[in-house]
T-cell receptor, first 112, second 112 residues
Framework: EDQVTQSPEALRLQEGESSSLNCSYT??????LFWYRQDPGKGPEFLFT???AGEEKEKERLKATLTKKESFLHITAPKPEDSATYLC?????????????FGTGTRLQVTL | SQTIHQWPATLVQPVGSPLSLECTVE??????LYWYRQAAGRGLQLLFY??????ISSEVPQNLSASRPQDRQFILSSKKLLLSDSGFYLC???????????FGQGTRLTVV
């Protein structure tokens, strides 16, 4: 069974204090690892897709990396507007369908 | 560009009443469609997915059902709601197997 574990559950940073979120996974045949941002009461917003170990993607203050067992979301010099829950998901393909398995997320709070 | 619409945004229903949540996608054809439920402190749980009209796969035995009467329409239903059906319901679509999924804004269902 595919599993995704995210840590920490919650993280509080001061503005400008860089840090990393972790997503460790076990999946039979990884077909993609995805990062999403979710604001309270909203649907998840897509951030990145990573397909193979060693791959990196960047967007503004966020950088996602992937190894064979885990992914990191690095947040450089965060701002209060980066406060949200960050979700990680892995994809396995079964037959004609592909399904995402999500972690429980990391709640990030960035304060002034 | 593609957009996904999900409604209603919030819903309060009595125990034993029926349910119908609707999701439509614009700007694409033959998408893979998904229904997820998100409980507080837990990851997104896949409920149903569909790879085509009339093709529904269920992931978790439950009090809910899904239908896909048109290519870009996905409906989540229940004949009699239970208290345990309360949660945040999310519809999502993806175009190709190994690509990212895009989510609607969700429906907050409270069964009283």
């Amino acid at each position: 069974e595919d599993q995704v574990t995210q840590s920490p559950e919650a993280l509080r940073l001061q503005e400008g204090e860089s840090s990393s979120l972790n997503c460790s996974y076990t999946v039979s045949g990884l077909r993609g690892l995805f990062w999403y941002r979710q604001d309270p009461g909203k649907g998840p917003e897509f951030l990145f897709t990573l397909y193979s170990a060693g791959e990196e993607k960047e967007k503004e203050r966020l950088k996602a990396t992937l190894t064979k067992k885990e992914s990191f979301l690095h947040i450089t010099a965060p701002k209060p507007e980066d406060s949200a829950t960050y979700l990680c998901a892995v994809q396995a393909v079964t037959g004609t369908a592909s399904k995402l398995t999500f972690g429980t997320g990391t709640r990030l709070q960035v304060t002034l | 560009s593609q957009t996904i619409h999900q409604w209603p945004a919030t819903l309060v229903q009595p125990v034993g009443s029926p349910l119908s949540l609707e999701c439509t996608v614009e700007g694409t054809s033959n998408p893979n469609l998904y229904w997820y439920r998100q409980a507080a402190g837990r990851g997104l749980q896949l409920l149903f997915y569909s790879v085509g009209i009339g093709q529904i796969s269920s992931e978790v035995p439950q009090n809910l059902s899904a239908s896909r009467p048109q290519d870009r329409q996905f409906i989540l239903s229940s004949k009699k709601l239970l208290l345990s059906d309360s949660g945040f319901y999310l519809c999502a679509w993806k175009y190709l197997m190994n690509t990212e999924a895009f989510f609607g804004q969700g429906t907050r269902l409270t069964v009283v």
